[in-house]
């Protein structure tokens, strides 16, 4: 990268949170108790300097409250990548179940999570799990679509060479089309997890408990408003670097990565 | 007794186009292949070059008429033959050694993997890549990617190669790069190969017969040229060669006269 451009990418986005900051600050001063940047800053220090403690079961550090989350977020999205890896292989290698279970994917697949909350809330009756089946019934849909989008694209010519060299179906799934559907397959675990990270917030809001999602509500039922701003920052931030981890994993699996420095 | 090594008879490959109808790319084939021929196949496209080899791969079958390789029908793919197939088909998530490793350990499982080795290193060696044994296919020229589909091709140890239009892509200085490596491997290796192509030069530099087809549907063997030329081959030589130009003018003929193609 030319050094013209190393500067530019701090120096431009810093420019633009000056601007973001210069409109939030006239935001606070023409809407009655909205909280100023100077407010949220010591605030965020405050609850920043010591996000590990516990003083009770209901009052933790913010620390803990992103992890719980994140717990629940990994426990739906572990389930989502265990049952929507295989069923995605199987209607991407044979027709008849794609056309099987098409229509439901394309039915399912836009539905809220806060729709499926309720029902799930009442069959498991725990907050825990609702948390997790209800990322685990949002965050399936991109990994099974791309994991038999990546089955699909295996080309002709390579299914030729498996061809030519008789391989058993075993050996073209290991050596042909895994090798052609893994980045696929990352693709869709990364779009899934960001699913989850946004799924989480709306559902702990709803089951309460602990969680960065129904901390913010918390936090707004005891008018601490520059906390839900706090909350909103931390929330883009994980999710954040949860996309950047998984970048660099799907990065590692992908063949057309590789050997191209 | 070499007159019966690759024999097509009658062979006619139809494709159903749905209502019951068909479209029959090749009908009436008929030709005899001899052991350690280059045969190259020529025509314009549509003419059912790529379908005949196809069928002689196994990778698609006949519709009617037999193919008969060494006695024994072709009933689909088979380790006694290789394709080279125009896009290379290298697979671009293994190196160019396991690339060609993956084909000698499918087809020869009982080697040591001392014997792997060496056989895979041959066969690189023998396309003048041991330098770039380690990179992937994204990683090197077409030529080269092209050389390593013929390693590949050849490292199984087949009787008949196959190679789909296997310079196509390629531009013209590489292609005649290619076009020396492959005269002196065969000159070496001994095996028969079939080539597909639709350039007149390059059908008689290689070959010892070149098989020119009508166009299609229905396309039919229209003439079979011998090429009598010595090898090794010059290519600068031969444009002064008297054999070589009646050839090279019989195939314009029939491309360009008997059977032109307008809309190409």
Redesign the interface.
Known sequence: MKWQDKVARVVLPLIVLVLMIGFWSFLSSIIEDFPTPQDTWSAATDLLSDPFYIESEDDMGIGWQVLHSLKRVFGGFALAVLVGVPVGLLIGMNRYFQYAFDPFIQIFKPVSPLAWLPLLLFVFKDINITAMSTIFITSIWPIIINTALGVRSVSQ??L??A?????TPL?RVV??IL??AVPYIFTGMRLSLGIAWLVIVAAEMLTGGIGIGFWIWDEYNNLNYQNIIIGIVIVGVVGWILDIIMGYISDFFD??K???A | MSESFLSLQNVEKAFPIGKGKEYVAVTDVNVEIRENEIISIIGHSGCGKSTILNMI?G?DLATKGKIILKGQEIKG???D???V?Q?H?L???L?VYDNIE??VK??MPDLSPKELRERVEKFIDMVGLSHAKD??P??ISGGMKQRVGIARALS?KPDVLLMDEPFGALDSLTRANLQEHLMRIQAKVKNTVIIITHDVDEAVLLSDRVIMMTNGPKATIGEVLEVNIERPRDRVALQENPEYIRCREAILEFLYKKFAKEDE
């Open positions: 010519d390579y030729n060479v061809k030519v060299l008789q391989f050996e050596n042909i090798p052609v063949y057309r590789r050997g191209r | 791969a990778l793919p088979g380790y033959r290789a394709v197939f896009n088909s697979l671009p998530w190196t993956l084909a499918k087809v990179k992937y994204g990683e199984i």
